[in-house]
Nanobody, 129 residues
């Protein structure tokens, strides 16, 4: 069983920074790719960033440079550092785990929502102008 729990989000001003974290329970963490997605009101859930078990990262192109994903395997935690936040970053942020099946790992960490089997409940990030 894999469970994910996001840290509390927050309400910030435009231009501020915020760091959110995801605690992953279960023995598969070190073998899993962990991603962040977000969903704004009335919009589809969209990919933000992913970090593979080997530390390789991928970002939504429009967010690269402002957002940084990292992982601490000793603490079963993945974090998302968000800088220069803008009102359009307001969303419910979810972390998700892509657990390898049959010991087979992807060559590249996925950006596709359907590839992630386990999800947290989400944490709200609100950016005011």
């Amino acid at each position: 069983q894999v469970m994910l729990e996001e840290s509390e989000g927050g309400r910030v001003q435009a231009g501020d920074s915020l760091r959110i974290s995801c605690l992953v329970s279960g023995r598969t963490f070190s073998q899993s790719d962990i991603a962040w997605f977000r969903q704004a009101p009335g919009k589809e859930r969209e990919f933000v960033a992913v970090i593979a078990r080997n530390g390789k990262t991928r970002y939504e192109e429009s967010l690269e440079g402002r957002f940084t994903i990292s992982r601490d395997n000793a603490k079963n935690t993945v974090s998302l550092q968000m800088n220069s936040l803008q009102p359009e970053d307001t969303a419910l942020y979810f972390c998700a785990a892509d657990v390898p099946q049959g010991g087979i790992h992807r060559l590249m960490p996925s950006r596709t929502r359907a590839d992630f089997d386990y999800w947290g409940q989400g944490t709200q990030v609100t950016v005011s102008s």
